[in-house]
């Protein structure tokens, strides 16, 4: 036996001519050289083709301009729309410059009116938008002005920002006066309800003598029944012991709109009605009735956040007597400093026009306060 047929024990020979040739084997060799074959070109085929039309499987937009981006859509959130793209990296455009777009992936579309709902976006002929989904027989049709967000990222079931300040003028010698004031508010917010907890209080020596002693607490709850519309109840709780004042307790009830809401403005008023109970230590002052009230809450930042304006109104008019009317401002200017620390200047003016005797109707403070702030 050859070393050919010893290294090839199992496979088959026949004889021709008096030799003995491999048959089986060279069928086996065969068969497996082209599978290999076929493999390898199914390979190519694929990946020709993955490197071919990877670019139509891509999201597309396109801008008023012309202008066209594919990518992957990641987000669209304060009317800028984020594009992930090979080239580029992540591209941000404004939402109100975007003509059409088309998404090859499920996204998460929200409305201006809280409507949402994932799926596949196209462009109709007429311009607008249409989101195909399987929970809705028919694809849902808007314009591209409608869209309020797309993939937007998830939120907390409730969000907390807050403040406080505090202030104090120390003056000895000639003039030997102490002044202390602090303030604060506390706002937890979720979609539908907001809740806001706040206060302040004064108090001044002059000569070891107490001139000014002093306290208001208020609290709101909203409850929004659109987007900007709301359903709001307060309580306010004031006491002043240099206008006789024991104690004025104030509860309302009434409706207000939100016209802006981030971080930059805030902008809401509010139109109701009230109930104040006034309760004096002068004798034959006290005083119960039914009120209208109204209420402006403003605060902005301006220069890219380098300072803020605030100003907060609040008013009360007697639905009995228009001469029981009761004004209270808060005005000034916030300017951050390091962190979430702040210097606030501000002027307070508080108008009463039915004071307890002996007692101005015009209270006017101002504060220079250092202050942090959270959210």
């Known amino acids: ?113 809280k409507t949402a709902a994932h799926g ?28 309020a967000g797309i993939n937007p990222p998830s939120e907390p079931p409730m969000k907390f920002k807050g403040r406080v300040n505090a202030g104090m003028d120390v003056k000895k010698g000639n ?38 002693d002093n306290w208001l607490l208020y609290t709101i709850y909203d409850h929004f029944l659109t987007q900007k519309w709301f359903f709001y109840t307060n309580a306010n709780f004031e006491q002043d012991d240099f206008k006789d004042l024991n104690l004025r307790t104030i509860i309302a009830a009434g409706s207000g709109y939100q016209f802006f809401e981030s971080e930059i403005i805030n902008l809401s008023i509010r139109g109701g009605i009230a109930y104040v109970n006034e309760d004096y230590s002068v004798a034959d002052q006290d005083d119960s009735y039914s009120a209208g009230q109204w209420n402006v809450k403003y605060d902005h930042y301006f220069f890219n956040k380098l300072i803020q304006f605030f ?24 300017i951050p400093l390091l962190k979430r620390f702040n210097a606030t200047v501000q002027y307070n003016w508080d108008w009463d026009n039915t004071p307890a005797p002996g007692n101005d109707r015009v209270d006017e403070r101002y504060l220079f306060t250092l202050g942090y702030s959270w959210e």
């Open 1 to 113: 036996m050859s070393l050919l047929e010893e290294s090839v024990p199992n496979d088959k020979y026949v004889e021709r001519n008096g030799s003995r040739l491999m048959v089986q084997h060279d069928r086996s060799i065969s068969r497996w050289w082209r599978m290999f074959w076929k493999a390898e070109i199914a390979l190519a085929c694929v990946l020709f083709t993955l490197t071919v039309y990877r670019p139509l499987l891509a999201d597309e937009v396109v801008m008023k301009n012309g202008d066209r981006l594919s990518g992957q859509i990641v987000k669209m959130e304060n009317r800028a729309l984020t594009v992930k793209t090979s080239y580029a990296g992540d591209i941000s455009v404004q939402w109100d410059q975007v003509a059409s777009v088309r998404t090859d992936s499920v996204v998460h579309v929200i409305l201006e009116d």
């Open 120 to 147: 596949i976006v196209e462009t109709t002929d007429t311009g607008e938008l249409q989101l195909k989904t399987d929970t809705l027989a028919q694809p849902l049709q808007f314009s591209i002005d409608r869209v």
């Open 175 to 212: 003039t030997d006066t102490e002044a202390h004031h602090v303030d604060g508010e506390l706002e937890a917010r979720t979609e539908k309800n907001r809740y806001t907890l706040g206060g302040e209080a004064n108090r001044e020596e002059e000569s070891g003598e107490e001139t000014a």
């Open 311 to 334: 100003h907060h109104h609040d008013g009360i008019v007697s639905l009995e007597d228009a001469k029981d009317l009761l004004i209270r401002t808060r005005t000034g200017l916030r």
